[in-house]
Each structure stands twice: as structure tokens, then as C-alpha cells.
């Protein structure tokens, strides 16, 4: 899956006149955007196949949606995780917790949180005005319940199957019914060997008879 | 016209002209726009131009370190976008035939900044002034409609390309729905010499870039041009239904 190019434009046009603005206020965001020129970090999306690579420049951030080099950085997390960072002020742990993979030079991502941190953007009022009319708490509610129905469809399907199995086990016979039926079984073979031992019997005893006659 | 003179004509938009009268005619219209040029091409394109080179970057490979040529750069909107992604050890060369959009791009990357990486060039397309086997990467955006001897312009391109170097060619080219061409004939035709005159005061110049689009090769044309200039697994991709194609091939 691949974003379309007027997204990554538009991403930028929002970007990065708050990113000059900030610049220009001389401070800790613009010791940590030094820090970051020229360096490409790459944004993996697990569930979606989805990826976008961010160039930081002089002037700001630049993204594209695939590049031969390899990234300088990258981060692999879900939809909802990275959501999560941009709107939680205990992103770090986030971001290096059991659910988000990173790799490359990681320290390039500290200082990329740095920067967010030093902007003091109101992430809340650029991802609602981003989105549109719909209110972040919306987003955040919508994967949540996506995330519900997937549990509760995965746990739906698992009671049927059990109750399924259920059901066809009991037409099958129990464990006591297997022993009655092989006590049964070896009474018949039993009688069929005595029936075979009286058939001899009386056949050698009607064999004297048929001789005479 | 005498049959020699035939022989030696070329097209300026649906004009025949001599061949050596028609790099003075490309002059005159890049003089006559050059310092409209940026304008005119998000109003003619509604900014869908910046998604066009956007694509142009995502398949040009380029990385740090590399020597890249932006060919017919012009206002260098290629040029700095190249400059962010080759770092302070590459090399981005903005060349240019004209010397007034030269200017206006020197002008305007100086202005935001760019400069450490990049080098401005006065230079004809069809005999660049480099050493063979020199770039990575080569780019013509939008420029080699313009140019009269596309075939030698293509192989001189090629010869300076190293090993592994790939050459993009973005330029207009033929729509692939019938209904797109004719809406697209209909606001070449009209509209764009009308955007010209209102805004840049010209609208021969406007009237000279739908003729040229229309007298340019297809996409396959362009692509067995590529391959008799000496490069390897040519392909194109189409932007907004055959208006703009990318040609990307790779000197092997």
C-alpha cells in the first residue's frame, strides 16, 4: 500500500511552517533539528505494509514514500502506536516498549522526539485539523473498536468450533460404552467357539451311522 | 523552401523552421518567461507539477555522495530537492541553455539558502560539457521537448552517465484515454495561451509550449530513442492518464 503523492505534499505544507516558526525561536527544537539535517529516518506501519521516509533538510522535512538508500533510522509500529507517541507525553517509553521495533541509529530518533517535544505542538489540534471535522477521540475510538471487533469475531469463531466438536462428540459412544460393547464382543466369540465344538461334536457322533448305512 | 533547406528544418511548435533559427526561438520564450515560469507552472498545472517531480525523486535512486546533473533545471526545483538528498559529499550541477532562467534559478536557491552543493552551467543538451562516465544520475524535466537534436542530446547523456547511472526524462507526452486527450487539447489550446497573457503577458510563448508538447514523441517513440542512445531496461510511467510520463533508463 502506498500513500499518494498530494499526501506527502500536504504533510509537508502543514509540517513545516510550524517547523520554521519554531526554528526561529532559538530553542531546544532547534539544536535537535541541527542534530537531525541530512538524515533520512523511515516510518514503517505493521498491518497496513505501509512505509514513509522523512528526509530532514535545512528547511524542513521533506517525505516520500520509498527510497533505494537505506534509511538512516526506521521504526516499525502499528497504526495505533504511533498515534499513541504523537498524542502521549510518555512517548519514550512507547517508543522503545515491547510493541515498537527500531533499528539503525536509534539515538536519531530520541532526538527526532526531542524536537516534537521542544515545538510544543498541540498534536491533538493538528491531527483534528489534518483529519477534518473529526475529533481525534473519534480516531482513537475507531481503531479501538476495530481492534474489538477483530477480538470478538476471532473469539466467535473459536466458541463455534468448540461448541461444533462439542456436539459431534457426543453422538460418539463414551468410554464405558467401548467396555460393555468389548465384554459383549468376547461373550460372542466365546459362544461361537462352543456352537463350532458342539457342530464337531455331533458331526463325529452321526459319522458311525452313515458308515453303517 | 529549397529540398536542402527542408532537410535542415526542424519544428517549433507547428512552425517549420530552420534549425539553427530554433534555439534562438526557445531563447526567446524562456527569456520572455523566465521570471514567470514558477507561477505559470502551478497555475497551468494546479500544482500537480510538485507531484510529478515527487515521483521524478522517489525513482531517481539518488543518495549521499552522489553526483547528480539536472539538465533543462531551470528554476531548480529538481536542483534543491536533490541538493537536500546528496549531502555536503555530492554534487548537484543545475544546467541550464538559457542564461535568464539560469539566473532566476541561481537567484531563487541562493535566496532559500542552497548553494554549498550546487553548481550553476550554461550549457546546450546536446553537447554537455562533461567528462565521460561523470554522474549518477541525470535529469531532464520538462526540457527535452525543446531540444532541436533529441537523439544526439540523448547519447551525449549517456556518455557522461557512469556505469549503473540512470537518466530520467520527464516530459509531456501523449494522454492513453481519448477523452483526457481531448479535454487536454481543449485547455492547451484555449486556456493556456489565456493564462499566459493574463499572467506573464505572452501568450505566444504559452501557445509555442502546446504546440511543442503535441509535435513531442509518445512514450514508446521516447523509449526506443533511449535505447538507440545506448541505455538499458528503459521503462516509463504515466502521470495523470498519459499527460506526463517518466522515462527512467539505466546505462549498463
Known sequence: MQLPLSVLTALESLVNPLLRQAILQEGAATAAFKKLQGSCIEFQVSGLNLQLRMQVAEDGFYFYRQGEAPADAWILASAQDYLKMATSKNANQILFGPNVSVGGNTHLLEVLQELLAGLGLDTQELITRAAGPLPLASIQAGFNQLLQLGERLTLSASEDIKSYLDDEAGVLPGKDSWHVAEDALHELRLDVDRLEARINLLEKQLQPIAGEK | ?252
Open chain 2, 1 to 252: 523552401m529549397t529540398q536542402e533547406q527542408q532537410d535542415k528544418t526542424t519544428h517549433f511548435g507547428y512552425q517549420e523552421v530552420p534549425v539553427e533559427e530554433k534555439v534562438k526561438r526557445v531563447a526567446g520564450v524562456f527569456d520572455s518567461v523566465a521570471t514567470k515560469y514558477d507561477l505559470m507552472n502551478d497555475m497551468m498545472s494546479m500544482g500537480i507539477h510538485r507531484l510529478w517531480k515527487k515521483f521524478t525523486l522517489e525513482l531517481s535512486g539518488v543518495r549521499k555522495g552522489h553526483k547528480v546533473l539536472d539538465i533543462a533545471g531551470g528554476t531548480g526545483d529538481l536542483t534543491m530537492q536533490f541538493s537536500r538528498l546528496v549531502g555536503e559529499e555530492g554534487e548537484v550541477i543545475l544546467a541550464d541553455i538559457n542564461a535568464s532562467m539560469l539566473k532566476v534559478g541561481r537567484d531563487r536557491l541562493l535566496d532559500k539558502g542552497y548553494g554549498g552543493n550546487i553548481r550553476f552551467v550554461q550549457a546546450n543538451a546536446e553537447a554537455l560539457p562533461f567528462p565521460d562516465n561523470h554522474f549518477d544520475v541525470i535529469t531532464i524535466a520538462f526540457g527535452l521537448r525543446n531540444v532541436t537534436d533529441k537523439d544526439k542530446a540523448l547519447k551525449d547523456m549517456a556518455r557522461i552517465l557512469k556505469p549503473g547511472g540512470r537518466l530520467l526524462v520527464l516530459e509531456f507526452s501523449k494522454p492513453t484515454n481519448p477523452l483526457m486527450s481531448k479535454a487536454y487539447d481543449l485547455y492547451s489550446f484555449t486556456a493556456l495561451p489565456l493564462m499566459g497573457k493574463l499572467l506573464a503577458g505572452d501568450s505566444d510563448s504559452y501557445r509555442y509550449l502546446a504546440e511543442s508538447i503535441r509535435m513531442h514523441p509518445d512514450q514508446e517513440t521516447l523509449k526506443e530513442m533511449m535505447i538507440n542512445a545506448g541505455l538499458s531496461d528503459v521503462e516509463y510511467h504515466n502521470m495523470t492518464s498519459g499527460v506526463v510520463a517518466l522515462h527512467r533508463g539505466f546505462k549498463l
